[in-house]
């Protein structure tokens, strides 16, 4: 007891430190998070140096010899992307002040003339007229709203036109969205009226009434060629509705706009993400347009701004929001294009490891950091699953140490890179939760990386299927079968190893460290499987929790009742007395909206539940009261306890 102690004495005073410090310090404060990135980089290098210096297989060692060295150089590589992503995360940017102090209206020449371009391929009526409706509802004096249609499709040029959007389609599909989008501009910034901007909406984000003014306001700088801001979503993506978890877990892509983005804006290597952007016109001429060289046309579309010496930056404000993937399936195909599309930007002149183009160093390292993401982060996630597995069932180690070295090299290191990953994010990027998502992309991530790496260049754009419903529980059994399969094998080597006893030439503190490293690795496996178990979404178009006075118009009876939830299709009230009967048909009238037609659908206790029988006129005061910004509220934090919870009623029922 008195040797565990000793080796876990820095581990149980990093956790001291921590707990005495950090609950009286915010993540915006730049000293105590600098300061916490270096502690966590100086701790990493300190296990590296134990790792090389005291647990690598010697040469009469045989196969462990080779792979213990082979696991380490990934471990260095990984350790390499860990020391990058410190560096990123040890600053962060907010410049909603900076908006603030430089309103459109005070532009030299006034507000800059701005193209709205909404890109769109297979979507429905309904994304798209929400869509649409966002874009031209913008408090904003000088803008024209564009959607252009790869589809080809009669009833959605009746649909922009008749909502006063310009409409515009191409003969071809060459080059996907970029393409869609230059096919345009050949037209829009040949025009006599061309726009000073470009602001980009996929097809399913709907812009808030402020989107236009508050970005186009850091256009006051000459340096900035484009302004992003984050993507939120209005409903609940794969792993919040898998798990059950939409007020409890944060959105998978929370931690990277609200903590990543804001870093990288920090050091000046913020970059567009593709929609909810504004890109000044003038700077996306001089680089020749939006790039085709990758299917991630959006993060190129900023390495080449910075290497002819413009930047992009970001505003961390709730201006747009949109459909994340409905299903597991969506989730993946999305993280594989983007995987994709970065490995494609290796492959020329402005990737990180070349030097045909004049991107500065820092934009180099940022973007490495991301290829490593993908690559060597996703390999490193499917080794470490594999090295308890082959220590159970072959007696091959590629570690030699005890848990005593563990405990005191890897315990301080862990400890300090969770709790200062959780501090800066709020919450929002736990361990287990982190590890069990990024298990998920593994093996999209590896596939896309060999074919982006080494395939061929001009790799087919595949588009996110938005708009499904689904009516049943679905389990993606292709995701889940290899991680069940992993599950099984970790369990399997440790009974294998609990029944025959520890093994002649292994030490049983390797035999204890390989048992905890493979327990750990059985939650993250379980949880991952639990996100594959996908859960029915029965709605096509999302519920807002609200709290505001309403008005029930019954015959000629007004009745006093209030909106607790509200979609585009329906709502539900507080009502006191006697319900209107299921069927009948009434009149609410909703603030902002005015009187709408609805049918009373059901009842429940002191709610009266009703469908809309909306106008035309309806559909769009509510589809402009809807993503005004008021009902969209993301996690922006997040109890460790409670994910914790929620994980376990999962799991057990």
């Not at 519920?543 to 009876?557: I, M, N, T, V």
């Amino acid at each position: 007891m008195e040797g565990f102690l000793h080796n876990a004495a820095p581990t149980l005073a990093l956790i001291g430190l921590a707990l005495l410090v950090l609950p009286n310090c915010s993540p915006s404060n730049p000293w105590p998070r600098a300061i916490g990135a270096a502690l966590t980089a100086c701790l990493m290098l300190r296990y590296l140096w134990w790792r090389a210096t005291e647990t690598l297989p010697g040469p009469e060692r045989g196969l462990e010899f080779w792979l213990g060295h082979g696991f380490f150089a990934v471990e260095i590589l990984s350790c390499i992307a860990g020391l990058l992503l410190l560096h990123v995360l040890s600053r962060s940017k907010d410049r909603s002040a900076e908006a603030d102090a430089h309103p459109v209206e005070q532009h030299p020449g006034g507000p800059p003339a701005i193209a709205v371009l909404i890109p769109t391929y297979n979507e429905s009526r309904e994304i798209l007229l929400r869509t649409i409706i966002g874009a031209i509802s913008q408090d904003y004096p000088n803008f024209s709203v564009h959607v252009l249609d790869d589809g080809r499709r009669e009833w959605l040029r009746d649909l922009a036109l008749s909502l006063g959007a310009e409409y515009r389609t191409r003969a071809d599909n060459a080059h996907g969205k970029a393409g869609n989008m230059n096919a345009a501009l050949a037209d829009i910034l040949a025009s006599v009226d061309a726009p000073d901007a470009i602001a980009v909406l996929d097809a399913d984000f709907v812009a808030g009434p402020k989107f236009l003014r508050r970005a186009a306001a850091l256009l006051h700088d000459p340096k900035v060629a484009c302004v992003q801001t984050p993507q939120l979503f209005f409903n609940p993506d794969p792993i919040q509705l898998n798990l059950g978890g939409r007020n409890t877990l944060a959105d998978e892509q929370r931690f990277f706009f609200d903590v990543i983005m804001a870093s990288k804006d920090a050091h000046g290597t913020a970059f567009s993400c593709g929609t909810s952007a504004l890109i000044r016109a003038s700077a996306l001429r001089q680089i020749g347009l939006f790039p085709t060289e990758s299917v991630t046309e959006d993060l190129l579309l900023s390495i080449k701004f910075a290497s002819i010496g413009q930047r992009t930056v970001y505003l961390n404000e709730t201006l747009s929001s949109g459909l994340a993937p409905e299903g597991l399936h969506e989730y993946l195909t999305q993280r594989g294009r983007w995987c994709l599309g970065t490995m494609q930007i290796v492959r020329t002149p402005w990737g990180p490891l070349s030097h045909g183009a004049n991107v500065p160093l820092k934009t180099r390292l940022h973007t490495l950091d991301t290829v490593l993401f993908w690559t060597v982060g996703s390999l490193m996630r499917l080794l470490c699953l594999l090295v308890p597995i082959l220590y159970w069932w072959t007696g091959v180690a590629v570690m030699q140490t005890d848990l005593g070295g563990m405990v005191s090299h890897l315990g301080p290191y862990w400890v300090a890179a969770v709790v200062y990953l959780g501090w800066v994010s709020r919450g929002t990027n736990l361990p287990i939760m982190a590890e069990a998502m990024s298990l998920l992309v593994t093996r999209e991530a590896l596939r896309a990386s060999v074919v982006g790496l080494f395939g061929a260049r001009n790799q087919k754009f595949k588009v996110t299927a938005k708009g499904a419903s689904r009516d049943r529980v679905l389990v993606q059994w292709s995701v889940a079968a290899p991680l069940i399969a992993l599950a099984a094998l970790t369990a399997g080597g440790i009974a294998m190893g609990l029944w025959r006893g520890a093994q002649s030439d292994t030490p049983p503190d390797v035999e204890a460290m390989n048992l905890f490293w493979s327990v750990f690795n059985i939650v993250t496996l379980i949880v991952a499987v639990l996100i594959c178990v996908e859960q029915p979404r029965f709605r096509r178009e999302e519920r807002f929790s609200a709290d505001e006075p309403a008005l029930l118009r019954q015959g000629a009876r007004d009745i006093d009742v209030r909106l607790a939830d509200i979609s585009l299709t329906g709502c539900s009230v507080e009502m006191a007395g006697e319900m209107p009967p299921r069927g009948e048909v009434l009149a609410l009238r909703i603030q902002d909206v005015g009187l709408i037609d609805a049918r009373v659908a059901w009842h429940s206790p002191g709610r009266l539940h009703l469908d809309f029988a909306p106008s035309q006129r309806n559909t769009v005061l509510l589809i402009q009261k809807l993503f005004s910004g008021r009902y969209v509220r993301p996690i922006r934090e997040a109890n460790p306890a409670q994910v914790a919870r929620l994980l376990f009623r999962r799991a057990f029922g």
